[in-house]
Each structure stands twice: as C-alpha cells, then as structure tokens.
C-alpha cells in the first residue's frame, strides 16, 4: 500500500484550556474521499484547520504528502486547495477578477482557459463578471468551488461544500466531486451537516464525538454499527444521547 496522502497520529488540541481535539488519529489513502461527522463542537473544524497548517497542535503530529505541516506547509499547499461556504472572497471585486488573482498565486498555467473551464462546468459563466459581494450565498459558494480547483489539487478539503446551495444544485455538485475524484483521483477530506452528501459522496466516515473518533468505515458500516438505518438517525443519535462511546449494536 502507498503512503497515505494524510496521516494523523494522537493530534490533541487545547485553546486556553479548554479541549477541542482530545485524541485524533487516521489516515486517509490516495483517492479516497473521508467524511469527517460529528456535532457542533465535535472537533471537525479544528482538524481541518490543522490540516492546513492554520493552527498549531498542543500535541501529536499531522502529515500531508508524508511531510510535516508545520516544516513544510508551503510545500504542502500547493498541492492541495481547500473550499468553505463560510469562507467569503474578497467582495469587492469582480468574479473573474477573484479567480485570476488566486490562478496567479497557484501558478497556474493558462488560467483564463481554466477559469473559463470552472466557470461552465460550476453553470456560473453569467457571473463572470458580477461582483462577488452582490452573489448570493449559492452562488458564493459555487465561485468557492471554482476557486479551490483552480490549481488541479491532489488534496481536496471541503467545509460543508454544499450549504446555502438548493437541492438541485447540491445534488449537481455531489455528482460533480464524485466525477472529479474518478477522473482525476483527488483525495478528498470532507466535513458536512447533510447526511445525504456524506451517504452519496464519501467512501468512508470518521464519526466525531468531544474530539475523539467513536465510530469508522463506510457509511453502510457505521450505521449497521449503531443500528440506524440511516446516518442522520447516527447523528441524532450521538447529539442526543448520553454514552455514545459504545454503538447500540455493541451495547444490545
């Protein structure tokens, strides 16, 4: 087997005392696309954040690439993209304008070619030339999209890629990033409230609880684990319930 594309062992993360991440550790192969679940407060972000190099660990270590965050982010970072519906680009420009600035700091070759490519292919061509900030929360999050695919990254991280989209929409890019993985083997790491993305998307799931794994393997597999016939049932199930460290299906 080859080296995993990211690799985390024992990652703990405290802010001014309070735990955010108690005790992560995965692994996530070429090609795969890994959900990671969990409530509010699970850890999600902060693992995300982590994988970035954003924040600093109080304790274990983070590979990407079989390199280390911290002594090597830059490296790490041009092969890898990341996409947020809460992050905003700058709104006062227009959308071309933000794409061709982020495809000159990627490098990317024959950007105006590329833009265009992303533009057609996210059916926001007509906004080529809207200012950012007058785009609705959709909208914003397909030129984010765009945005993050820019550079043709090997790692994906998306950070609930398909909140503020409607449901037509949101199954179109569903099937978009699932397309993308197939013909261009991109390693995905995503975190998401709508079960129905991480059912149809990820090949496998990590769920959190107090920043901890509780839960592993596919979808199919971690609802058999806490006998739930679908994983929102799992999610409601471990927001609401008292000991979830054990499945149903192991405590029964």
Same mark, same amino acid.
Not at 91 to 107: A, Q, R
Not at 135 to 159: A, F, M
Not at 220 to 232: A, G, I, K, P, R
């Given at each position: 087997?080859?080296?995993?594309?990211?690799?985390?062992?024992?990652?703990?993360?405290?802010?001014?005392?309070?735990?955010?991440?108690?005790?992560?550790?995965?692994?996530?192969?070429? @090609?795969?696309?890994?959900?990671?679940?969990?409530?509010?407060?699970?850890?999600?972000?902060?693992?995300?954040?982590?994988?970035?190099?954003?924040?600093?660990?109080?304790?274990?270590?983070?590979?990407?690439?079989?390199?280390?965050?911290?002594?090597?982010?830059?490296?790490?970072?041009?092969?890898?993209?990341? /996409?947020?519906?809460?992050? @905003?680009?700058? &709104?006062?420009?227009?959308?071309?304008?933000?794409?061709? =600035?982020?495809?000159?700091?990627?490098?990317?070759?024959?950007?105006?070619?590329?833009?265009?490519?992303?533009?057609?292919?996210?059916? =926001?061509?007509?906004?080529?030339?809207?200012?950012?900030?007058?785009?609705?929360?959709?909208?914003?999050?397909?030129?984010?999209? /765009?945005?993050?695919?820019?550079?043709?990254?090997?790692?994906?991280?998306?950070?609930?890629? &398909?909140?503020?989209?409607?449901?037509?929409?949101?199954?179109?890019?569903?099937?978009?990033?699932?397309?993308?993985?197939?013909?261009?083997?991109?390693?995905?790491?995503?975190?998401?409230?709508?079960?129905?993305?991480?059912?149809?998307? /990820?090949?496998?799931?990590?769920?959190?609880?107090?920043?901890?794994?509780?839960?592993? @393997?596919?979808?199919?597999?971690?609802?058999?684990?806490?006998?739930?016939?679908?994983?929102?049932?799992?999610?409601?199930?471990?927001?609401?319930?008292?000991?979830?460290?054990?499945?149903?299906?192991?405590?029964?």
């Amino acid at each position: 087997m080859t080296e995993p594309v990211v690799q985390v062992e024992h990652l703990r993360k405290e802010f001014n005392g309070t735990v955010a991440v108690a005790d992560l550790s995965f692994t996530v192969q070429r @090609g795969e696309i890994v959900g990671l679940l969990g409530a509010n407060g699970a850890g999600k972000t902060t693992a995300i954040q982590t994988l970035l190099g954003l924040i600093k660990p109080t304790g274990g270590k983070v590979a990407v690439f079989g390199m280390d965050i911290e002594r090597h982010r830059v490296a790490i970072l041009q092969r890898a993209n990341f /996409c947020s519906a809460y992050t @905003g680009l700058p &709104t006062n420009l227009k959308v071309w304008e933000n794409l061709l =600035i982020f495809s000159l700091i990627y490098g990317v070759k024959d950007h105006r070619r590329k833009i265009a490519e992303l533009l057609a292919l996210l059916e =926001i061509s007509h906004l080529r030339k809207a200012i950012t900030g007058h785009l609705s929360s959709g909208e914003s999050t397909r030129v984010n999209i /765009c945005k993050s695919l820019l550079n043709d990254p090997e790692l994906l991280l998306l950070d609930e890629p &398909t909140a503020s989209l409607d449901p037509d929409m949101a199954d179109k890019v569903r099937k978009l990033l699932r397309r993308i993985q197939r013909e261009r083997n991109i390693t995905m790491v995503y975190t998401s409230h709508n079960m129905r993305d991480v059912q149809e998307v /990820c090949d496998r799931v990590l769920f959190m609880h107090k920043g901890r794994i509780i839960a592993q @393997g596919t979808p199919q597999q971690v609802m058999d684990q806490f006998n739930q016939t679908s994983l929102e049932d799992v999610f409601i199930s471990v927001a609401r319930g008292g000991d979830v460290l054990t499945p149903k299906s192991e405590a029964s």
